[in-house]
């Protein structure tokens, strides 16, 4: 395997448009290193699979350059680009059985029986579906067929491997097992993934890196843990995990660690100004429900606030507390289900208390 931060994909200034007036991916420039998984996330029309398409050689960019391990794509048909490529509803001929499946694209490739009939059961034992081969896809269940669907995409060891939304049509516990599946196959082979969802947690439990669209422009790019701790704009801090905002303007800027920032309430609230424009300049607050503390002692936090608890709904190992705060009567808590933890009751009046980083002045 090459070198992690070796470019395999390159889009530069790329841009898409159906209609020449419309652009649906706006100047997208991005790097994508040999051996990452990358995930493009973003809500639908976003112009996240859009790009897949462009990179599968689906669509054509109207403007700019991709290329793939240094050559450019432009006008390579699809069939000719050594792409591997898993649909939401697997493409699977039902007429074939597994391991026929799998050998059509090593024959298109006019690859010998011997090593087509080796690249297949290596393929199928790889997906722990060895013994299936003589079976058709009916006969298989949606997590079996998806595997084969993976596994044919990775029998001719493609360059890339591309997925959009490949497990939108299974279940929770068999989506959240073929996470896992995908993410340890990945690192495995230390193939190179780009991967499409709307998913957010999806998202965050696979990805070296995540794109996040919005109107055919990469919001932020960054690992996961980034993403969602360090959030650069109010799009991002509200579509990545559950967020508390609270819309007020700047009062006063103390550096870059810093900011006093009036709520549309009136009350006064310190913060991390992240994307704001300056004093005077209105701003949203993003702050995490589990970053809030419930009753901290006297002193321990900069940012506390009198609360109201309006609802409280059981999710198991946290309960998710909505309490009404600062003129927001939709601000949320999340109070571990775990021994030791404060036990609210719906209409009593609690404080709650928040640390300065952990509360971010975003654009508003």
Not at 14 to 39: A, C, H, M
Not at 97 to 126: C, I
Request: charged letters at 20%; a neutral charge.
């Amino acid at each position: 395997m090459a070198r992690k931060n070796d470019v395999l994909v390159r889009f530069t200034d790329v841009q898409k448009s159906y209609d020449g007036e419309t652009l649906v991916v706006k100047n997208l420039n991005i790097d994508i290193s040999r051996g990452e998984f990358l995930t493009l996330l973003g809500p639908s029309g976003s112009g996240k699979t859009t790009t897949l398409m462009m990179l599968a050689g689906f669509e054509t960019p109207t403007h700019g350059d991709i290329e793939l391990g240094g050559k450019r794509l432009n006008n390579v048909p699809p069939h000719k680009r050594d792409i591997g490529m898993v649909f939401q509803n697997y493409a699977l001929f039902p007429h074939m059985t597994v391991s026929e499946n799998l050998a059509f694209p090593l024959q298109v490739r006019r690859k010998g029986r011997s090593e087509v009939a080796e690249r297949v059961q290596r393929a199928l034992d790889m997906v722990q579906l060895g013994s299936f081969g003589n079976r058709r896809p009916a006969q298989l269940s949606g997590g079996q067929q998806q595997r084969v669907a993976l596994a044919r995409a990775l029998v001719f060891e493609p360059t890339l491997v591309l997925m959009d939304e490949p497990l939108g049509a299974l279940d929770k516990q068999l989506r959240e097992h073929m996470q896992l599946e995908i993410k340890h196959l990945h690192e495995q082979l230390g193939i190179t993934v780009v991967y499409v969802t709307h998913d957010q947690s999806e998202a965050l439990t696979m990805s070296d890196r995540i794109a996040v669209f919005h109107d055919g422009v990469i919001q932020q790019l960054a690992t996961p843990s980034d993403l969602y701790e360090r959030p650069k704009n109010a799009f991002v801090a509200q579509f990545i995990g559950e967020n508390n905002r609270l819309n007020g303007k700047v009062a006063k800027l103390n550096g870059s660690n810093a900011c006093l920032v009036t709520l549309d309430s009136g009350s006064q609230v310190q913060a991390l100004p992240v994307n704001v424009s300056g004093e005077g300049s209105p701003t949203t607050l993003s702050l995490r429900p589990e970053r809030v503390q419930i009753n901290p002692p006297e002193g321990a936090l900069p940012n506390v606030f009198d609360a109201k608890v309006e609802e409280l709904i059981y999710l198991g190992d946290h309960i998710r507390t909505r309490c009404s705060l600062a003129g927001s009567d939709d601000f949320v808590v999340k109070v571990p289900n775990a021994q030791g933890h404060s036990s609210l009751q719906r209409g009593s009046r609690v404080k709650l208390g928040w640390a300065i980083e952990d509360c971010r002045a975003l654009d508003a």
